[in-house]
Nanobody
Framework: QAQLVESGGGLVQAGGSLRLSCAASGLSFSGYVMGWFRQAPGMEREFVAAISGIGGITRYAESVKGRFTISRDNAKNTVYLQMNSLKPEDTAVYYC??????????????????WGQGTQVTVSS
């Protein structure tokens, strides 16, 4: 049974940084596209970033481009989200997710096969 476990969330002031980690088990990690999504209270889950299985291709939401960086270490079965220059509007529960095929739909939550439980990120002004 595949399992994804996020960590690294917390409370940070605006302009600060956090690094989220997502440790995967029970799946052939390098064969999966990994994505980060977030969900604020009362809002739909939205795409943040995704990275291809080998790590050569990335995609970002416009709202985080230039501030967030997604990376992965296939030897450690872990994907990361480095978040810099954080803003109050980045406050949300952040989720990692896994699916098998890179393509235009990586921004769509519904295509992902596995999800973590989420980690809270709160950015104070």
């Amino acid at each position: 049974q595949a399992q994804l476990v996020e960590s690294g969330g917390g409370l940070v002031q605006a302009g600060g940084s956090l690094r989220l980690s997502c440790a995967a088990s029970g799946l052939s990690f390098s064969g999966y596209v990994m994505g980060w999504f977030r969900q604020a209270p009362g809002m739909e889950r939205e795409f943040v970033a995704a990275i291809s299985g080998i790590g050569g291709i990335t995609r970002y939401a416009e709202s985080v481009k230039g501030r967030f960086t997604i990376s992965r270490d296939n030897a450690k079965n872990t994907v990361y989200l480095q978040m810099n220059s954080l803003k109050p509007e980045d406050t949300a529960v952040y989720y990692c997710a896994a699916e098998r095929t890179w393509g235009p739909r990586v921004v769509t939550p519904g295509i992902y096969d596995y999800w973590g439980q989420g980690t809270q990120v709160t950015v104070s002004s």
